[in-house]
């Protein structure tokens, strides 16, 4: 492994093809040229067709696998035979509500009693219904009852088993849309005021304030992206439960439909590129604001207008007409027949939230580190997805250009905010000649937010006894000094808040949490908006065995996450933080460093062991305000 080349090609892979930073978040408006009468819009993109489903490896046509109930692949419990966790049962260490029981005298001091279908040491583990290949042309999602999942075919493939298509019999095209034939696909052309992919998006179907009440069928994200199902085992299969009722107060269930389950500024989904999970905002309207009067421009003449009431718009869901129902957009009863979007009857119009930073005066700026205030955790969702506003407010988009260049900075690096001033990084993310600047409170790095703050770096600190070699990075930390006035740079609020540093050494196999945009990994698929994983502190000897990383790895840093393979820094970004709880803190306790490639088996993610650079972040710091 060439280390050296690795960073290059990263680096140079950064500078080919940038992030766009800060474009302003799209809005889409009520306007009429969005009500036309066409399945696709916005260039007809056309995603999902059939060449793309067949040319997609998930989707591959497999035969039978033998009995998910005798999965005997052991995903992290090799972990709990090399070492006594500490803790017991307080706090519960069991997943899924599996009941935690404490037994003297043995290896592991604790047992869990796992509900039925979990398994593992610790309940981690649910059936492995959904193996690749087992849908056929179709997605995977989870069920509660036996076999535990459930196809949901690509059209134009046919269910039950998605392998056979057929277009346009039976009709795909909803609310009286028209199927065309086109080669080995089909297109829908719809009544004047539908549209969507199977005209399945009605005229009135729009989002009023920021979308949490938003209950309508739009299933694609503005890149037109077809949404996943909310119980897809893309999602699900990492974390949590689906086999308990998937219906909540937020609006999500058995369906790919759009929504704002946790504080976001519209409604969202979950989509996969390749073997990454992604999300983004989605392609829905705004409701108009109410006038008061009978809108003349706002839809065709042929549609009969939305109801307009004095104080508020009352959207109305249009209920698919077509005899015989299609497996990829399920049909779902509104909460409330008579105010599908449970818009305020009482009250004007809910406006789009507007977050203006504040700092809190004097001392209190900063007075406490690792404490999160999210706006809203997503109550059905869990790690390795999607970060709610809030819930990481110490993490940093490290962005550079060329020296005194007019480029525009692009994002290179993670970086964590200790101080107000201070950042900490990876070393091998200090490049020399460029202009440097670090992003707080953002979760997106191609919009514009109202929440984040942009700040100059005014001195890169390299550790001095940094060193690459051709295998492994040494001493791979640094620190940014931010530009500000009396030691205030950043200011704190809801969304811009200091991790804590290590205090101890934390136990092997402890869950941690890793977050960043990944945007300079080797696949190029990196996320615009930042992501959450969970990975587990792994036992150094083992680590250091010569079929993982051998003697190379010394005791400035450590490895995480699974050495099965599957989640790894991979993730995230270089530099960026790896957070654990720590006497209910947040505590930066490692930065991602290096590995070999991306979540290989016994390939695990290496990063910075911070609690062996305390002095040295502590010397750094307080000699430049001295």
């Not at 404490?102 to 509900?115: A, L, Q, S």
């Not at 979308?211 to 999602?235: A, K, M, P, Q």
């Not at 006035?485 to 969304?495: L, S």
């Amino acid at each position: 492994m060439n280390l050296k080349l690795l960073f290059f090609c990263l680096f140079l892979a950064v500078l080919l093809k940038p992030a766009e930073l800060k474009r302003k978040k799209k809005k889409h408006d009520h306007h009429a040229d969005e009500l036309r009468g066409h399945g696709h819009q916005k260039g007809d993109k056309k995603r999902g067709r059939f060449e793309d489903i067949i040319n997609d490896i998930f989707f591959t046509i497999r035969d039978e696998a033998g009995d998910d109930d005798d999965d005997d692949e052991s995903n992290s419990d090799w972990l709990f035979e090399l070492q006594e966790p500490e803790g017991h049962c307080d706090p519960n260490p069991c997943h899924h509500n599996g009941l935690c029981e404490e037994k003297e005298g043995r290896k592991r001091n604790f047992e869990c009693d796992c509900p039925k279908p979990f398994k593992g040491k610790k309940c981690q583990r649910g059936p492995k219904a959904c193996r690749r290949g087992r849908c056929g042309r179709g997605e995977c999602v989870l069920i509660s009852t036996r076999p535990y999942y459930e196809c949901k075919c690509k059209a134009p493939f046919q269910p039950p088993n998605c392998r056979n298509y057929s277009l346009c019999k039976p009709n795909p095209c909803r609310n009286g849309g028209k199927c065309v034939n086109e080669g080995n696909d089909f297109d829908c052309q719809c009544p004047a005021g539908f549209r969507g992919r199977f005209c399945h998006v009605g005229p009135d179907d729009c989002y009023v304030g920021d979308g949490e009440s938003y209950r309508g069928t739009v299933s694609e994200t503005d890149d037109d992206h077809e949404c996943l199902h909310w119980n897809s085992h893309f999602i699900l299969e990492k974390g949590v439960d689906p086999f308990n009722s998937f219906e909540d107060q937020d609006g999500l269930g058995p369906h790919n439909f759009c929504r704002n389950p946790d504080g976001e500024s519209m409604p969202w989904c979950f989509y996969r590129k390749g073997p990454r999970l992604l999300w983004d905002t989605c392609n829905v309207i705004e409701c108009p604001v109410p006038t008061g009067e009978t809108p003349t421009d706002i839809v065709p003449t042929d549609i009969v207008p939305t109801v307009i009431v004095p104080t508020v718009i009352v959207p109305t869901i249009i209920v698919p007409t077509d005899a015989i129902p299609q497996p990829e957009i399920p049909p779902i009863v509104p909460v409330n027949l008579e105010d599908p979007t449970q818009a305020p009857t009482a009250s004007p119009t809910p406006t789009k939230e507007t977050f203006v930073p504040t700092a809190t005066p004097g001392p209190q700026q900063f007075a406490t580190c690792g404490k999160a205030q999210p706006k809203k955790k997503i109550t059905r969702i869990f790690g390795g997805l999607k970060v709610p506003p809030g819930a990481v407010p110490w993490q940093v988009s490290l962005q550079v250009k060329p020296k005194n260049s007019n480029q525009r900075f692009t994002h290179t690096c993670g970086g964590v905010l200790i101080e107000s001033c201070w950042v900490l990084t990876a070393g091998h993310c200090i490049q020399p000649m460029m202009d440097k600047q670090v992003v707080l409170g953002s979760l997106s790095l191609n919009d514009e937010e109202p929440t984040e703050q942009v700040i100059k770096v005014q001195e890169a600190i390299l550790h001095e006894n940094y060193r690459e070699t051709s295998e492994a990075v040494y001493n791979d930390i640094a620190l940014l000094r931010l530009e500000g006035t009396d030691g205030v740079c950043a200011n704190e609020t809801q969304f811009v808040k200091t991790a804590c540093l290590p205090d101890a050494q934390l136990p092997d196999g402890m869950d941690c949490k890793i977050s960043g945009w990944g945007a300079t990994e080797e696949s190029q698929t990196g996320s615009n908006h930042l992501l959450e994983a969970n990975v587990m502190l792994i036992n150094q000897e083992k680590c250091a065995e010569p079929d993982i990383y051998g003697r190379v790895l010394d005791n400035t840093m450590f490895c995480a996450g699974h050495l099965m393979g599957g989640v790894d820094s991979c993730q995230g970004d270089s530099g960026g933080p790896l957070t654990c709880e720590q006497n209910t803190n947040s505590v930066v306790y490692g930065l991602v460093s290096w590995g070999d490639k991306c979540g290989r088996k016994n390939k695990p993610g290496v990063y910075t062991r911070v609690t062996h650079f305390l002095d040295w972040i502590k010397s750094k710091t307080q000699a430049a305000s001295a």
